[in-house]
């Protein structure tokens, strides 16, 4: 059952759902385009979100600009049941998770249980999945398991984020944003062509000082990024389409710092230090290096659309960079060699990926066929750990791990008659990974380990082959309604750990194996007559096989495999105009998940744990007004999330829990026309002090490692569309 928390907090926010329903089923006059329905191809063709049998939220690129959501992992405050972490810092890999469905493993050659796309390209690499929104069309976040009509198969769901395309109309805006920490933000396009022939260019960049004050050097947790994004647009003839991408971004702040919480006696580290000030975007950080992560690729989609079926071959190459120095220890006590905890993180991942997709549809049946290549090379050389200041060790770890998979999926829907429609899908896939991990110690007791084929024959290479599939039923008795009902069936592939081993820990430790997800849902899809009020519901449960579960045992992190964890809960979202030139979108996230049977490195075994980023509660609004002034409007705006209770580890640790807080934002923006908007804002606005990860070393360091989300932030925008 889900936990009774009795918190007030909890209270308020079903009481404000509950009477926003209440006012949201009054007559309305006016619609916008915060709550317009939206057009999605989540099911590979255009429908209206509320004909499509899934849990989905969806956001316009309209919406994203004016709910002032820029970053990829933004969109999360406005997503029932969906949170992101950041383990290592802003601007790092992100930890995405869905329904209780996600990853907290911050080392480079793990992928996500959610997978993101970008213009229907998979992105296997976690150090690329934080990146600057700019010039979208659209994001459809899918909850639920995935791999019968997209080429990734995922256990938790996916985020697909689709790009503006070039037209023939000129068309150009530009975005120009200042705000608190003397942040300048801007992106901007242009676009354009003939019948046969356009293009697109669209560019970002977003600069901040640190928004955490350090004593005793430059101050960490700002903001230095760029991206571009070419896009050429070809059609030779009516049913053909070739369209080529390019982008490239660059992301080259100061890296994020910890806030140091002392776990030892009397509130202080093993190292004698402790950051007792009360002020948790502050601190004393000695290491100030930097974060460096680019991102460059390219992919080509070719389309030819029949009369009856058409084909789309899609083959896209990414290659994400990473170098991070991290200040582990928070402090400013050394033994004369600087920082005492020095780790460096440096991968590099190539990745391909080839998809051709066949489909068809009629009146009655819909169906999509696919083949799907993937291939990624994660080369994790460079990455070291320096403990030589407590006169401890030094690893210099080298691996790389070679993923190949190919899979072959299929998806229908058949309608019976006006009410009635099947939807199934199939899926095959096999994969197989190579591993190398060298472990070289210098300084104390001088070693080396490697876990290769040669040293470990049978456990440095992992395979997996796997049939999964989905069954459901829509029913819709009028127009206005949708119900469905669906089972599916998601894996995710066995691994190896990397990162910074202990050697007497690593040979039982370094595979894990493939966990499974049995997916049940039901849920209904409402629209009132006059399309004012929409309303969506959803209930699952899922049933989860050897859920691949991360934990530390020292500087060691490993993943394991639990038992099995069990999850239900659902998602209510509502959006409507009431009344004239108001309007309000709601959403509430309800969740119970659980782990079982969690075998830690050290080999003790856990029950009853819950699952990181696994709010009990999640909940959302917006509200919005807009005031006419002539051929110019005035619009107040006021956003808010709620988050319960959650925990960053699954061993479930008092230090790392955060509880139950919310987030509010406002925003004022004047309409001068068509073309020119300016606003105001304010982000986070009562400057709620909140954890959006820990680690913790209490047993190996005495301390635990808070990142706290950003404060009080100002800014004005200016906006101009040709």
């Given at each position: 059952?889900?936990?009774?928390?009795?918190?007030?907090?909890?209270?308020?926010?079903?009481?404000l759902?509950?009477?926003?329903?209440?006012?949201?089923?009054?007559?309305?006059?006016?619609?916008?385009?915060?709550?317009?329905?939206?057009?999605?191809?989540?099911?590979?063709?255009?429908?209206?979100?509320?004909?499509?049998?899934?849990?989905?939220?969806?956001?316009?690129?309209?919406?994203?600009?004016?709910?002032?959501?820029?970053?990829?992992?933004?969109?999360?405050?406005?997503?029932?049941?969906?949170?992101?972490?950041?383990?290592?810092?802003?601007?790092?890999?992100?930890?995405?998770?869905?329904?209780?469905?996600?990853?907290?493993?911050?080392?480079?050659?793990?992928?996500?249980?959610?997978?993101?796309?970008?213009?229907?390209?998979?992105?296997?690499?976690?150090?690329?999945?934080?990146?600057?929104?700019?010039?979208?069309?659209?994001?459809?976040?899918?909850?639920?398991?995935?791999?019968?009509?997209?080429?990734?198969?995922?256990?938790?769901?996916?985020?697909?984020?689709?790009t503006?395309?070039?037209?023939?109309?000129?068309?150009?805006?530009?975005?120009?944003?200042?705000?608190?920490?003397?942040?300048?933000?801007?992106?901007?396009?242009?676009?354009?062509?003939?019948?046969?022939?356009?293009?697109?260019?669209?560019?970002?960049?977003?600069?901040?000082?640190?928004?955490?004050?350090?004593?005793?050097?430059?101050?960490?947790?700002?903001?230095?990024?760029?991206?571009?994004?070419?896009?050429?647009?070809?059609?030779?003839?009516?049913?053909?389409?070739?369209?080529?991408?390019?982008?490239?971004?660059?992301?080259?702040?100061?890296?994020?710092?910890?806030?140091?919480?002392?776990?030892?006696?009397?509130?202080?580290?093993?190292?004698?230090?402790?950051?007792?000030?009360?002020?948790?975007?502050?601190?004393?950080?000695?290491?100030t290096?930097?974060?460096?992560?680019?991102?460059?690729?390219?992919?080509i989609?070719?389309?030819?659309?029949g009369?009856?079926?058409?084909?789309?071959?899609?083959?896209?190459?990414?290659?994400?960079?990473?170098?991070?120095?991290?200040?582990?220890?928070?402090?400013?006590?050394?033994?004369?060699?600087?920082?005492?905890?020095?780790?460096?993180?440096?991968?590099e991942?190539?990745?391909l990926?080839?998809?051709?997709?066949?489909?068809?549809?009629?009146?009655?049946?819909?169906?999509?066929?696919?083949?799907?290549?993937?291939?990624?090379?994660?080369?994790?050389?460079?990455?070291?750990?320096?403990?030589?200041?407590?006169?401890?060790?030094?690893?210099?770890?080298?691996?790389?791990?070679?993923?190949?998979?190919?899979a072959?999926?299929?998806?229908?829907?058949?309608a019976?008659?006006?009410?009635?429609?099947i939807?199934?899908?199939?899926?095959?896939?096999?994969?197989?990974?190579?591993?190398?991990y060298?472990?070289?110690?210098?300084?104390?007791?001088?070693?080396?380990?490697?876990?290769?084929?040669?040293?470990?024959?049978?456990?440095?290479?992992?395979?997996?082959?796997?049939?999964?599939?989905?069954?459901?039923?829509?029913?819709?008795p009028?127009?206005n309604?949708?119900?469905f009902?669906?089972?599916?069936?998601?894996?995710?592939?066995?691994?190896?750990?990397?990162?910074?081993?202990?050697?007497?820990?690593?040979?039982?430790?370094?595979?894990?194996?493939?966990?499974?997800?049995?997916?049940?849902?039901?849920?209904?899809?409402?629209?009132?007559?006059?399309?004012?009020?929409?309303?969506?519901?959803?209930a699952?449960?899922?049933?989860?096989e050897?859920?691949?579960?991360?934990?530390?045992?020292?500087?060691?992190?490993f993943?394991?495999?639990?038992?099995?964890?069990?999850?239900?809960?659902?998602?209510?979202?509502?959006?409507?105009?009431?009344?004239?030139?108001?309007?309000?979108?709601?959403?509430?996230?309800?969740?119970?998940?659980?782990?079982?049977g969690?075998?830690?490195?050290?080999?003790?075994v856990?029950?009853?744990?819950?699952?990181?980023?696994?709010?009990?509660?999640?909940?959302?609004?917006?509200?919005?007004y807009?005031v006419?002034?002539?051929?110019?409007?005035?619009?107040?705006?006021?956003?808010?999330?709620?988050?319960?209770?959650?925990y960053?580890?699954?061993?479930?640790?008092?230090?790392?829990?955060?509880?139950?807080?919310?987030?509010?934002?406002a925003?004022?923006?004047?309409?001068?026309?068509?073309?020119?908007?300016?606003?105001?804002?304010?982000?986070?606005?009562?400057?709620?002090?909140?954890?959006?990860?820990?680690?913790?070393?209490?047993?190996?360091?005495?301390?635990?490692?808070?990142?706290?989300?950003?404060?009080?932030?100002f800014?004005?925008?200016?906006?101009?569309?040709?």
């Open positions: 059952m889900l936990r009774n928390k009795n918190d007030k907090s909890t209270s308020y926010i079903f009481n759902l509950l009477s926003a329903t209440a006012v949201a089923l009054l007559p309305a006059v006016s619609q916008s385009a915060v709550s317009d329905e939206m057009i999605v191809s989540v099911q590979k063709r255009n429908q209206e979100l509320s004909d499509v049998g899934v849990s989905v939220t969806a956001f316009s690129g309209d919406s994203l600009r004016q709910l002032n959501l820029t970053n990829s992992v933004d969109i999360s405050t406005q997503t029932p049941n969906f949170t992101i972490g950041t383990p290592v810092g802003e601007g790092n890999n992100p930890s995405f998770v869905l329904r209780g469905v996600g990853l907290n493993d911050f080392n480079d050659n793990n992928e996500s249980n959610i997978a993101v796309y970008v213009d229907e390209v998979y992105r296997s690499a976690m150090a690329g999945l934080t990146f600057q929104m700019f010039d979208l069309e659209r994001v459809e976040v899918l909850r639920g398991p995935q791999g019968t009509l997209y080429g990734r198969n995922a256990t938790g769901g996916l985020v697909h984020f689709v503006q395309k070039p037209t023939e109309e000129l068309d150009a805006y530009a975005d120009l944003t200042y705000g608190s920490n003397n942040q300048i933000k801007f992106e901007g396009a242009i676009g354009g062509g003939t019948e046969m022939v356009m293009g697109r260019v669209s560019v970002a960049t977003n600069k901040a000082d640190g928004y955490v004050s350090n004593r005793v050097g430059p101050d960490p947790n700002e903001s230095d990024s760029m991206a571009a994004r070419g896009q050429v647009l070809f059609k030779p003839a009516e049913q053909w389409s070739v369209l080529l991408n390019g982008h490239w971004s660059d992301a080259d702040p100061l890296a994020a710092a910890y806030q140091h919480q002392g776990t030892d006696v009397g509130g202080v580290d093993f190292f004698g230090y402790s950051d007792t000030d009360g002020d948790v975007w502050a601190g004393d950080y000695d290491r290096g930097p974060l460096e992560i680019e991102n460059t690729g390219a992919s989609n070719v389309d030819w659309q009369d009856a079926f058409g084909v789309v071959w899609i083959t896209g190459y990414e290659n994400v960079d990473k170098f991070h120095q991290e200040d582990t220890d928070m402090g400013n006590v050394d033994f004369g060699d600087g920082s005492l905890v020095r780790p460096d993180f440096v991968a991942t190539d990745q990926t080839s998809e051709l997709r066949i489909h068809g549809e009629s009146d009655a049946f819909n169906w999509v066929a696919g083949l799907y290549y993937f291939d990624s090379e994660v080369d994790g050389n460079g990455t070291r750990l320096d403990l030589s200041g407590l006169g401890d060790v030094n690893f210099d770890v080298n691996y790389m791990q070679d993923t190949t998979s190919y072959l999926y299929g998806h229908f829907d058949y019976f008659n006006e009410h009635w429609e939807v199934a899908g199939l899926r095959y896939t096999d994969e197989e990974k190579d591993y190398t060298i472990n070289t110690e210098t300084n104390f007791g001088a070693f080396v380990y490697e876990f290769s084929a040669a040293t470990a024959p049978g456990l440095a290479r992992w395979s997996d082959e796997v049939v999964n599939g989905s069954l459901g039923l829509n029913y819709r009028n127009e309604w949708l119900v009902a669906s089972v599916s069936t998601a894996f995710k592939s066995g691994g190896f750990n990397s990162g910074f081993l202990d050697p007497s820990l690593a040979l039982t430790n370094i595979p894990f194996q493939k966990e499974e997800l049995t997916s049940y849902e039901v849920g209904i899809k409402w629209v009132n007559t006059s399309d004012t009020v929409r309303l969506n519901a959803t699952f449960y899922y049933d989860y050897d859920l691949q579960a991360l934990s530390f045992e020292g500087v060691s992190s993943i394991s495999n639990a038992s099995d964890a069990k999850v239900y809960g659902g998602e209510i979202e509502l959006i409507a105009n009431p009344i004239e030139n108001f309007e309000m979108i709601l959403g509430l996230g309800l969740l119970d998940a659980t782990a079982d969690i075998r830690l490195a050290d080999n003790t856990l029950q009853d744990r819950q699952l990181v980023l696994a709010p009990d509660i999640q909940a959302n609004a917006l509200v919005r807009t006419p002034i002539g051929d110019s409007a005035l619009v107040f705006q006021t956003d808010a999330m709620y988050s319960d209770d959650v960053f580890d699954i061993v479930n640790q008092p230090v790392s829990r955060q509880n139950a807080y919310s987030v509010w934002n925003q004022i923006s004047y309409q001068i026309n068509d073309n020119f908007e300016v606003s105001g804002w304010v982000r986070n606005l009562t400057d709620q002090e909140y954890k959006v990860y820990t680690f913790d070393f209490s047993d190996f360091f005495g301390f635990n490692q808070q990142f706290y989300g950003p404060p009080r932030w800014g004005a925008s200016v906006r101009y569309r040709y």
